[in-house]
């Protein structure tokens, strides 16, 4: 039984490696085809948008000059490690480090076709590196907001709660990113509150920030809730107890992380939240009375 079960882990792991090799070679695939298409494209629109007005000097560098620079641009993308990235998280770290890529070939493109064959249009290096950045950076955050437009309908679909979320800081943004990304997330995130004026009337990710606590009651009525979610884990006593009073006042389910070292990591899992307790509310711990010291009458 534990040599199958043994198996089937590793039957699962290879299928997954398998994934991702399948997405890195359509993505190097695709890749070759960026680097030569945004180049030419630059010379089609230096010339007026017709090819044949393209001098033939300038299209014999172009294509001797191409299979240097594809085997170039692939190397380098590996090395800034745009194959074997998580792209359904791609955020501010990889839109960087495609960024350095696009300008390391940019770079090497401008001075190999100029020292080894010849000196190309000011627009044939301007809208090259241009297109190629742009089409570079398009399919990698494509595959992530179609994966984030997946995992919104599972989330609608499964959600058994409509959810607020009190704090629109780091911790509360990692809750909403858990609730819209998670397929196991049982609740769908209609709105924030957060006592920061300046958040007022903006949102975190389609998620509107609507006010201050003094909008819980009216909010939760006007966005049928029936879950609040407390990611504050840094809220003095005082402030916790007064905006948990409130919430209990809405006979909404409630939850909060813990405390501060639940995100240390980096990630909050609605898994680790737990129910308000007595203490929460009361601001201070219960008052315990111990029946053996009672005097008996």
């Known amino acids: 039984m534990e040599k199958t079960s043994e198996n089937t882990v590793q039957v699962w792991k290879n299928k997954k490696i398998k994934h991702w090799m399948l997405i890195a070679f359509f993505l190097c695939f695709y890749d070759i085809v960026a680097v030569n298409l945004s180049y030419i494209f630059g010379l089609f629109?230096?010339?007026d948008l017709t090819f044949s007005a393209i001098p033939k000097e300038y299209m014999l560098a172009y294509v001797k000059f191409a299979p240097i620079y594809t085997a170039f641009s692939v190397v380098v993308f590996f090395v800034f490690k745009l194959y074997n990235s998580l792209w359904r998280f791609a955020s501010i770290g990889e839109l960087s480090r495609i960024f350095l890529a696009s300008i390391v070939t940019t770079i090497f493109q401008a001075v190999g076709?100029?020292?080894l064959f010849m000196r190309m249009p000011v627009a044939y290096y301007i809208v090259g590196a241009g297109t190629q950045f742009v089409l570079i950076t398009?399919?990698?955050f494509a595959y992530r907001y179609i994966t984030l437009l997946r995992a919104k309908q599972v989330t609608n679909q499964?959600?058994?709660h409509n959810a607020m979320v009190i704090g629109a800081g780091a911790s509360g943004q990692m809750i909403l990113k858990e609730l819209t990304m998670s397929e196991r997330a049982n609740a769908r995130p209609l709105c924030i509150i957060d006592d920061n004026p300046n958040k007022w009337g903006r949102n975190i990710g389609g998620v509107p920030i609507v006010g201050g606590r003094d909008c819980i009651m009216e909010s939760v009525k006007k966005y049928?809730?029936?879950q609040i979610?407390?990611?504050i884990p840094t809220a003095s006593p005082e402030n916790k107890r007064d905006i948990l009073n409130i919430c209990k006042e809405t006979g909404c389910e409630m939850k909060q992380l813990p405390g501060v070292y639940q995100i240390t990591n980096g990630e909050v899992l609605l898994s680790k939240m737990k129910p308000v307790a007595v203490e929460d509310l009361l601001g201070r711990e219960p008052i315990r009375v111990n029946i053996r010291d009672i005097p008996a009458p």
């Open 45 to 47: 629109i230096r010339f």
């Open 113 to 115: 076709i100029t020292l």
């Open 138 to 140: 398009a399919v990698r």
């Open 158 to 160: 499964v959600a058994v």
């Open 224 to 226: 049928n809730i029936d």
């Open 229 to 231: 979610l407390f990611a």
